[in-house]
């Protein structure tokens, strides 16, 4: 059995284990809990560009932090929740580095599972990021798109980085198969598919030629740091572009310090990307 296969001899509770951040990293929670009170104040501030609509319910929304140039690049961050919690109004304050350096920020949410299956949270988020590339003239955003994410949201920015509006793409901390998940409890409110995985796991569909930054906490979870190596490693054999981007010292929710930072590791990997 390959190094990469080495889950399928697993059983749930240790699969489960095997995937959760939380247990891992005792203070994420309270971590993400101050991410959300940091975010409403950053809301509160900037009121203007909140809740814009792409679809019909208010999950189905963005977050837009213009910046004073239109032309300024804009880096679009996808929270994380394994499709199945959170919304964009508790990551505000991750893009704070990247609103430090001139950029705008865009931030949606989508309909979380069980409510929603992959399938639909899939096609919403391709449905925003077609929103977001009609209306961000009207709303003061033109620039090159920077599409970022964290844990499931890692996962959906590398399914989108095709998007024609995307530049490059920077998953963080990312799921790119999907076939361990199914093992896990976190199927319970997924019910993943057997077509499901194969039609939205990024490891297993063509590769996307646009630059890639893949990262990942040095201090991750060991199956979350495969996850990212083995995607990283097969667009790398394909010839896709990108780099592998292992954050020291940082563990699964400690790392978005370095996108929230203006001269972290994460924030200076993306304005890199818009010059790959």
Known sequence: MSA???????????????????AAVPGGSAMVEAWAAESARLRAARPAGMDQLYGATAREGWDLFPANRPDAPCLVFIHGGYWQKNGRERFSCIVEGALARGWSAALPSHTLAPEASMTV????????????????PSQGITGPVILSGWSA??????LLA????????????????????????????????????????????P?????????????????????????HARRAALGAPGSLLSVAAADHFSILDDLRQPEGALMLAAEALLRA
């Open 4 to 22: 990469t296969q080495v889950w399928r001899g697993w059983d749930r509770t240790a699969l489960s284990a095997a995937y959760n951040n939380n």
């Open 121 to 136: 949270i899939a096609a919403q988020m391709r449905r925003a990021m077609d929103w977001l590339a009609a209306e961000g």
């Open 153 to 158: 949201g890692g996962h959906l920015a590398a």
């Open 162 to 205: 095709e998007h024609p509006l995307v530049r490059g793409a920077l998953p963080i901390s990312g799921i790119f198969d999907l076939e361990p998940i199914r093992g896990t409890g976190l199927n319970d409110a997924l019910a993943l598919t057997e077509e499901e995985v194969a039609t939205f796991s990024p490891q297993r569909l």
């Open 207 to 231: 590769v996307s030629p646009k630059p890639m930054t893949v990262a990942f906490g040095a201090e991750e979870l060991p199956e979350l740091q495969r996850q990212s190596r083995d995607f």
